[in-house]
């Protein structure tokens, strides 16, 4: 078992920042991926970056450029760093772990690829 846990959720105006960090436990396997998802009310969950155990990351192009993804050196904790803000970003983000092969995964297909996930962190942006 894996377990997940996020913070650095808050509340921000709009083009301001946020880091968003998520920390791993248990059974967690080197070669996992880990991302971040996100799920605004009503709406459906969106896979928003990912990062494989190579580091390598893929970004939803909604959030390209403003958020960027990273784990520190053990890989026990994820980031998620988000600048520019907008009300359109604000969602529960969700950390998630699994076993991925990044090549060939879509960051769309992120909800629906991982099998561990934390209890999400709000983020809310006001105009």
């Known amino acids: 078992q894996v377990q997940l846990v996020e913070s650095g959720g808050g509340s921000v105006q709009a083009g301001g920042s946020l880091r968003l960090s998520c920390a791993a436990s248990?059974?967690?396997?080197?070669?996992?991926?880990m991302g971040w998802i996100r799920q605004a009310p009503g709406k459906e969950r969106e896979g928003v970056a990912v990062?494989?155990?190579?580091?390598?990351?893929k970004y939803a192009d909604s959030v390209k450029g403003r958020f960027t993804i990273s784990k520190d050196n053990a890989g026990n904790t994820l980031y998620l760093q988000m600048h520019s803000l907008q009300p359109e970003d604000t969602a529960m983000y969700y950390c998630?772990?699994?076993?991925?092969?990044?090549?060939?995964?879509?960051?769309?297909?992120?909800?629906?690829?991982?099998?561990?996930w934390g209890q999400g962190t709000q983020v809310t942006v006001s105009s």
């Open positions: 248990g059974s967690t396997d080197s070669s996992y991926c």
């Open positions: 990062i494989d155990s190579e580091g390598t990351t």
């Open positions: 998630a772990a699994g076993l991925c092969l990044l090549k060939w995964l879509l960051v769309s297909q992120l909800p629906s690829a991982f099998g561990y």
